[in-house]
Structures are given as C-alpha cells and as structure tokens.
C-alpha cells in the first residue's frame, strides 16, 4: 500500500500564497504521476494540476493557470502545488493522487483544507 500525506494548507487572505506538499510512502514504483485535485462544498472533485514522472509534462486547470505551479521531489517522493494569488474561490479541501505507470489504480491523500478569505 501507498501513504499519501498531504500538507501545507490553512487560512490565507486573498492574494496571499501556499504551497501544498504531498509526501508518499510506503510501497514504490519504478514511475508513477501525480496529481492535485480540489473538492469545494457542494461541488464535484475537480483536477487543479498534474506531473508526469519526469516532471517534463504538467498540466493545469484553466482557473489555476498562471497562478499555480507543481513540481516534485522524486528522491523526497514529495510533490508540491505553490499557488499565488489565492482567491476565495480557490477554498476547497485539496487532494493528491498518485498513479504508477502501467497499472490500472490510484492512490488518494487524506486532503488538506484551503481556505481564502475576501
């Protein structure tokens, strides 16, 4: 089995900054993606981020580009979502995933809570 243990989140006033931090453990793949998803209230899981193994390839939701960076450590097996320019709309409990290439399953974190005040 796979640990994901996300943290880094907390309170911040609009336009402030937190980095959100993914550390893995237990059972290890050779390769594996990772993604950060966000669930608000009332609304479905959505995808905010993801980076492949290399960390070559990354992908953003349009509401987070240019706002959000994510990158990874592998040699920590920690992954990583800066995010700027925090808006309240940004409040939700965000969620890391990993998937290990060439299987059919994820691995989901305990999620961390965001909260933006106006």
């Known amino acids: 089995q796979v640990q994901l243990v996300e943290s880094g989140g907390g309170l911040v006033q609009a336009g402030g900054s937190l980095r959100l931090s993914c550390a893995a453990s237990?059972?290890?793949?050779?390769?594996?993606?990772m993604d950060w998803f966000r669930q608000a209230p009332g609304k479905e899981r959505e995808l905010v981020a993801g980076i492949s193994w290399s960390g070559s390839n990354t992908y953003y939701a349009d509401s987070v580009k240019g706002r959000f960076t994510i990158s990874r450590d592998n040699a920590k097996n920690t992954v990583y979502l800066q995010m700027n320019s925090l808006k309240p709309e940004d409040t939700a409990v965000y969620y890391c995933?990993?998937?290990?290439?060439?299987?059919?399953?994820?691995?989901w974190g305990q999620g961390t809570q965001v909260t933006v005040s106006s």
């Open positions: 237990g059972r290890t793949f050779s390769s594996y993606a």
């Open positions: 995933k990993l998937t290990p290439v060439g299987y059919d399953y994820n691995y």
